[in-house]
């Protein structure tokens, strides 16, 4: 998922000795092969995720590493396994994650297995750098998002981004890194920008797979800072593996009047966070989520009810394989028109 | 005088319209695209030129519709805007007062709600074809039914069948069903026309407040069997303007006023040479299709690449 | 005093224990079959994307209103760690709450949290202004005779295992073979030809679930596994009942029909005017059984 790979593979480089095949970025094709053999109305995450599991077998991995919990995404595996298998691959598929619960033991087990020499302790130090990583690129990303859309000289953000991950990947100490991280910042902080002071903020929640695989949603974020809009975005994996527990806590208590329970997956977050932009005026919300995704299209009655309540425009989008490109830029070409116009 | 151009091309027809400083329309024409976009505007444009007295000059174009970034290059215009937008000026010129614009056109389908001539929200189709004008055509034909004919026929009927609209394939083999089982023709047409309507309204007009005064446009609301269930469905009173076709080249050549600079602009392209060549991007896996747009022979635009680097080639 | 059940849903789960609950404290209970209008009814409120399960259960909302002092929706998150229910069971009770103007009584199940249904029921009681004493006692009495229909029911089923015709399994979740709109109209198509009809949902035997999916973490796909296990050395064939677009059977049952040797049947329901095409393909699926 976009850039989040470099700290997956820095982790699992310097623990143990082996060759990581480095997923694919998602393209069409990874996108048609795995259309083709994911059943007819699972969510899009999981014909993403198939794709790139052939393609990494195509290229010679024997072992395939995945995350999944919450929802559906903790059962992909056992059934990507199965067609997998039926088409005729050979390899071992390990879920980090059952029940929505981090398997500390199978993964200790996992990596002697692979590597006999693994001690707790480097892991540990690696894993305690790679947090984070993750931690930084998250707060960076944030930044990015409130002004990429104003930057005075076009990619002046993203060729920065880039020679900032090239970095992260060579450290070999969380001090070092913590310096790279500050120097970074600043230099962020100094490319030019041209931001109007009341320039139209927009909030984007749903659900997460494809909020954070630029593929998936079809680059939204890039087309909306073109509009010049500033984004605002909570989800990251910051947010879902670190702060999750906190963040559904205080979305039960701060949304009381919608919500009694916690729901699946984000949703209680995203009705908390709708709230959230609704109460410092933002200019309109973007839910995004995969077509058929249960635990969003069960909230999104209660999204509406907030979007009336706090007279804030809410627009929704369900992205498939199959979405027409051209149909989400019309929909968000009207979405900027008429948030303009509502400022007038 | 100053006038103004409009047009507004979709994937069925091309509509144009050229008015004056007071938006008053001096000419309009309405001819099918028939798949090719550049041709019916280099038509569209000779049938408009006829009837404008010399003593007009342009001073502003606008496009709107799916087809409106190509013909925008073509015409020079000085706006382009997507048909949301337009649809909801151009009426707002004629009825002040709208509150909601519904409109179901060839492809697509929307909700426009307005508030004091300021749209506050909107929504579009998102599943599919289903309870498009597309969609009924089709099912005309398979019952063997002029499309013009659909709207009366229904009219006709005193018991609609109840149909499952909410997916193409699924309203597709009700509908055979219901005809094989040998119900009439006239309350499976009005059974269409109705579902149609319910669809519309539990589809793109969820959890959407639905104020009078309410217009009807784009190609369906031609169809007087759609219309009538409109009007029982939500208890109110449904305006069908005669020129509602006309509403998103009139609002477009609106905003081309709005947006005029001192620019005069000529309407003779017949014998500009426009092409679009597409060739497939070899870059990387995805394999974007590059539209290159040539006028007269130079290249003036390059469209579809997802990353930057095909303009560096 | 009247309380709404709508029928859809967890009501296929639990009503047979309230039931007798609410009976001895002579509280009267309320719910309706599902039919076009209660169809009607939930298209106006649901989202167009959500499956038709839940259409149905918001069509039973709007039907149920005005016409009792309370509806009852538990909020069901789960029976234990691998015990999960569907993503809806856990918001029915917001979405509900946003959505009418109704008065609710609710309670949690989480066993993972140590709230189960006893204390809810309990809750719901004192709330309603009775003793823990009453309670106590209608709890029991629901429990036993629950319990004591609950085996009856199964042994009926488990029993037609051994009946000399062609057998035919169910698979499906309770809330769509029993309900009057969707399974019902199936089972009745079925029951034209001389088939024993065995339910997934009357047996208990959710251990052998592992059989067929090792990390299945929902209790009522479990359930329905674990028939699969159970029933697939007797049975001639099965036909998989699935609202559309369920999320859960859509990855399940996928996996099922790669693993299984049986001829099976795959019906998905949508808008259940659809149901048209139902009648041809279990006539063609009958065929194949017959001929085996």
Redesign the interface.
């Known amino acids: 998922m976009a850039n989040y790979y470099i700290p997956a593979n820095y982790l699992i480089k310097n623990i143990c000795d082996v060759e990581i095949i480095e997923a ?2 998602i ?4 996108i048609e092969l795995g259309n083709k053999y994911s ?5 899009t995450p ?1 014909k993403y995720t198939l794709g790139t599991m052939i393609e990494c077998l195509d290229k010679g991995a024997n072992m395939l590493l995945q995350f999944g919990g919450g ?2 995404y ?6 990507q396994e ?2 997998l298998k ?1 088409l005729g691959y050979k390899f071992e598929l390990v ?1 980090l994650i ?2 929505g619960k981090i398997n500390i033991k199978k993964i200790y087990k996992i990596i002697k297995k692979i590597d006999k020499n693994f001690k707790v302790s480097k892991g540990l130090y690696y894993l305690y750098i790679t947090v984070n990583m993750i931690k930084y690129m998250d707060k960076i990303d944030d930044y990015i998002r409130q002004n990429i859309g104003f930057e005075v000289e076009k ?1 002046s953000f993203n060729n920065l981004l880039k020679e900032m991950l090239e970095k992260f990947k060579t450290v070999n100490n969380p001090i070092q890194l913590y310096i790279l991280y500050k120097i970074y910042f600043k230099k962020f902080k100094k490319i030019k920008i041209n931001k109007p002071k009341n320039c139209l903020k927009v909030g984007i929640i749903g659900e997460l797979y494809t909020l954070m695989e630029p593929f998936s949603n079809y ?1 939204l974020e890039k087309e909306l800072a073109s509009f010049n809009i500033e984004i605002k975005r909570f989800t990251n994996v910051n947010y879902l593996l670190f702060d999750n527990k906190k963040i559904v806590n205080k979305a039960l208590k701060k949304s009381k009047k ?8 984000d ?1 209680s977050t995203n009705v908390y966070w709708a709230k959230y932009l609704g109460i410092n005026k933002y200019d309109g919300i973007i839910h995004i989520k995969s ?2 995704c ?2 969003e ?6 999204l ?2 907030i979007a ?1 309540d706090y007279n804030i ?1 809410i ?4 992205f498939d394989a199959n979405t027409s490109e ?2 989400i830029k ?2 968000l ?3 900027y ?2 948030l303009e ?2 400022r ?1 | 005088m100053n006038c103004y151009l409009g047009v507004d091309i979709g994937s069925i027809s091309t509509k144009g319209v050229i008015i004056d400083e007071n938006n008053n329309i001096i000419t309009s024409a309405y001819i099918w695209t028939e798949g090719n976009p550049v041709n019916a505007v280099k038509n569209l444009i000779e049938i408009l030129k006829k009837d404008l007295n010399s003593k007009y000059i342009v001073k502003g174009i606008g496009t709107t519709g799916s087809a409106r970034k190509l013909i925008g290059l073509l015409l020079n215009a000085n706006i382009v805007k997507n048909e949301i937008m337009a649809h909801a000026v151009g009426t707002l010129a004629l009825y002040p007062d709208v509150k909601t614009i519904l409109e179901i056109g060839g492809q697509d389908s929307k909700i426009i709600l307005l508030n004091n001539g300021i749209i506050t929200d909107y929504a579009m189709n998102t599943l599919c074809a289903a309870g498009t004008g597309s969609f009924l055509s089709s099912q005309a034909k398979r019952l063997n039914i002029n499309i013009e004919d659909f709207g009366s026929l229904a009219l006709k009927s005193t018991n609609p069948v109840k149909i499952a609209a909410r997916c193409t394939v699924f309203a597709e083999s009700d509908l055979i069903h219901k005809a094989q089982v040998g119900y009439k023709k006239e309350d499976i047409v009005a059974g269409l026309c109705k579902s149609i309507v319910l669809n519309y309204l539990n589809n793109v007009g969820k959890g959407k407040k639905i104020k009078s005064p309410v217009i009807f446009q784009g190609g369906v609301s031609k169809n007087i069997g759609v219309l009538k269930y409109f009007k029982e469905i939500l208890n109110t009173d449904v305006i069908v303007d005669p020129n509602s076709h006309l509403m998103g080249a009139l609002g477009i050549a609106i905003l081309a006023k709005k947006n005029k600079t001192n620019n005069i602009y000529d309407l003779n392209i017949k014998n500009i040479d426009f092409l679009t060549k597409a060739n497939e991007c070899k870059g990387c896996s995805n394999n974007c299709e590059i539209l290159k747009i040539y006028k007269d022979d130079k290249l003036i635009d390059i469209w579809g690449n997802r990353c930057d680097r095909y303009i560096k080639n | 005093m009247k309380i709404g059940i709508p029928k859809a849903l967890y009501y296929y789960y639990f009503f047979d224990k309230w039931r007798y609950f609410f009976e001895e404290l002579n509280i009267e209970l309320i719910s309706t079959n599902t039919d076009k209008k209660i169809l009607e009814f939930g298209n106006k409120y649901a989202n167009s994307e959500m499956c038709l399960s839940l259409k149905i259960f918001l069509g039973h909302i709007a039907y149920l209103k005005d016409k009792c002092d309370y509806i009852l929706i538990p909020k069901i998150d789960n029976f234990g760690l691998n015990e999960q229910m569907c993503s809806n069971f856990s918001s029915l009770y917001d979405l509900v709450n946003n959505l009418f103007d109704v008065k609710i009584l609710t309670y949690e199940i989480n066993h993972q949290k140590k709230k189960n249904e006893k204390k809810g029921l309990f809750s719901i009681g004192l709330q309603l202004g009775f003793t823990k004493k009453q309670l106590k006692k209608a709890y029991q009495i629901a429990c036993l005779k629950y319990h004591k229909q609950l085996k009856r029911d199964m042994m009926i089923n488990f029993n037609k295992l051994e009946s000399t015709k062609k057998k035919i399994l169910i698979v499906a979740h309770s809330y769509n073979i029993h309900d009057d709109y969707i399974g019902k109209t199936i089972i009745k198509n079925l029951e034209k030809y001389n088939f024993e009809i065995i339910y997934s949902d009357l047996f208990n035997a959710k251990n052998l679930s592992h059989y067929l999916s090792l990390n299945l973490y929902w209790k009522y796909c479990k359930e329905s596994l674990g028939a699969i296990v159970l029933c697939k050395e007797k049975v001639d064939g099965i036909i998989f009942i699935t609202t559309f677009p369920c999320g859960l059977d859509s990855l399940v049952n996928e996996l099922v029909m790669r693993k299984i040797q049986l001829p099976y049947l795959n019906l998905i329901i949508d808008d259940l005017d659809a149901l048209a095409g139902i009648e041809t393909r279990i006539e063609s699926f009958a065929d194949i059984i017959e001929q085996n």
């Not at chain 1, 059943?39 to 969510?43: G, L, N, R, S, T």
């Not at chain 1, 299209?297 to 209660?302: D, L, S």
């Not at chain 1, 627009?315 to 369900?318: A, G, P, R």
């Open positions: 694919p970025f393209t069409t094709q990874t059943p007819e109305f699972v969510c999981f929802c559906r903790g059962y992909y595996s056992e059934l199965q067609i039926d879920n059952t029940a990619n680059f919608y919500m009694k329970y916690k729901m699946c997956a949703s077509s058929f249960t635990p299209i069960g909230v999104m009655p209660i509406d009810k009336n425009p627009i929704y989008f369900s051209v149909g019309t929909r070409e009207a979405f028109d008429m116009m509502r007038k």
